[in-house]
């Protein structure tokens, strides 16, 4: 393990205390950021890949959240809009996520000094530092950060004191294949494959109306599109359901009279009765080697039992989970977990394995902490590939981190947070989410 001085700030020159720091994403995580560092007055900049803000959540913005507002406004974002007369949605009813961008996330975007400082349609292809690969050592942390981006077509370089990294995953799914690898095949079936939580009674409606849609993975992203094709599936004839695991039962999604986040308790009840009456065809024990084409259709070539086995339908839906994309951040010096691929200190307080959403503890900038001074990855892609993270956990993170960055090393280390209870999370790393995926937020 790499040792790291956690009470060490950035050594800056006159020239990086000039610049701003770089916010990657415009989601939650990222305009939260922003609104921390907007109140203690230090310059920054978001940089959002979409041609919006919160362009992740917008294409899962039907499917509603199993938190509830009071759950899901970070503090400081929470001051400023309360400043200019916003009022909070009612705390207890849980909104959707286009709720969540329209009612909060944009009027956030809007406020000054933020809207100034929003690039959207800047997709982020590297981080580094000026003049150095990730191999120099000399002088590293007085050198400023360079982000390479690529904004209306092209390929721009510019200039940050600090980097926080607020992603997320959601463009990053796990494979189908029980590997770990990339599908092969993919590209044959390319056209019949659909990313987790499509709008199935809406906008994608179409796609899956009177064919065969099989579901694959066993999280909670998995189970809403199935509860939506059952509903689908009574409206229009010939629309078939198939659920897909790896495992040799379903993993349960969270159905405890515990859990305090009351949508997603029952979430698992409705998808067990859907299967006894037959409404959605379980294959379990099913793990993916390949797929082909078969006209209009998909084949997936797996073993089942021991044996080889040949799944068909129409139309696949990657539920699998998600996982980080750290291609960006390779001249950037990394220390993650081997497991779980989350910041080292972090991971042991997430693992899936032991704890739920609601039992992970606070954090903040010292878990977060890596071998270079002043980059910090943040939300859900601090997560790795652990499936418990709460909108709520992800605010604690970036006022800590903020803080730290401001020099107010008491703010930065005391760090506390309340969470939901969520009862004990079951999880398989490499083909499920199943305690608080994207849309459990």
């Known amino acids: ?103 909060y996330l944009v009027p956030l975007s809007r406020l000054e000094p933020i809207a100034s400082r929003i690039r959207t349609g800047a997709e982020v292809l590297a981080v580094s530092r000026e003049g150095m690969d990730r191999t120099r050592t000399s002088n590293r942390s007085a050198t400023p950060f360079v982000i390479r981006l690529r904004s209306s077509g092209a390929i721009e370089e510019f200039s940050a004191r600090a980097v ?19 599908l092969l095949g993919l590209d044959e079936i390319a056209e019949q494959v659909q990313p987790a939580l499509p709008d199935v009674l809406g906008r994608d409606r179409k796609t899956f109306a009177g064919r065969h849609t099989t579901v694959v993975g066993a999280g909670h992203s998995a189970a809403n599109t199935l509860l939506g094709l059952v509903q689908l599936a009574r409206e229009v004839p010939g629309t078939r359901v198939t659920w897909l695991i790896r495992n040799a039962q379903a993993a349960r999604v969270s159905s405890s009279a515990d859990d305090e986040l009351a949508d997603r308790a029952k979430l698992g009840g409705r998808v067990d009765a859907a299967v006894r009456r037959g409404d959605i065809q379980l294959t379990d024990g099913f793990e993916i080697l390949r797929a082909r084409r078969t006209g209009d259709g998909v084949e997936l070539v797996g073993q089942r039992g021991g044996e080889i086995a040949v799944h068909a339908t129409d139309i696949v839906v990657n539920a699998t989970g998600f996982r980080p ?66 909108l709520a956990t992800g605010y604690e993170q970036v006022r800590s981190v903020t803080a ?14 309340v969470l939901p209870a969520t009862g004990v999370c079951s999880t398989d790393l490499g083909g499920s989410s199943n305690c608080c995926s994207s849309a459990g937020c």
């Open 1 to 103: 393990m790499t040792l790291i001085d956690l009470t060490a700030r950035p050594v800056e020159d006159t020239r990086s205390s000039t610049l701003p720091v770089a916010i990657i994403g415009a989601g939650p995580i990222g305009l939260a950021t922003a609104a921390h560092l907007a109140e203690r007055g230090i310059d920054f900049v978001v940089l959002e890949s979409g041609d919006a803000i919160a362009d992740s959540i917008r294409q899962w913005g039907h499917t509603r959240l199993f938190s509830p507002w009071k759950h899901l406004v970070d503090p400081a974002s929470r001051r400023l809009l309360e400043a200019v007369g916003w009022v909070v949605p009612d705390p207890e009813r849980a909104p959707s996520g286009a709720e969540l961008v329209d009612e």
């Open 164 to 182: 926080i990294d607020a992603s997320g995953t959601y463009g990053s799914p796990n494979p189908l294949g029980s590997n770990g690898l990339g």
């Open 325 to 390: 994309d750290l291609g960006i951040l390779r001249e950037i010096r990394l220390d993650l977990d081997d497991i779980v691929e989350a910041p080292r200190r972090l991971a042991p307080l997430i693992d899936p394995n032991v704890h739920s959403c609601g039992t992970v503890e606070p954090h903040g900038f010292a878990e977060l902490t890596h071998p270079e001074p002043g980059f910090f990855i943040v939300g859900m892609k601090s997560y790795g590939r652990a499936p418990t993270f709460l």
């Open 404 to 417: 730290w960055l401001a020099g107010d090393l008491a703010a930065a280390s005391t760090v506390d947070l």
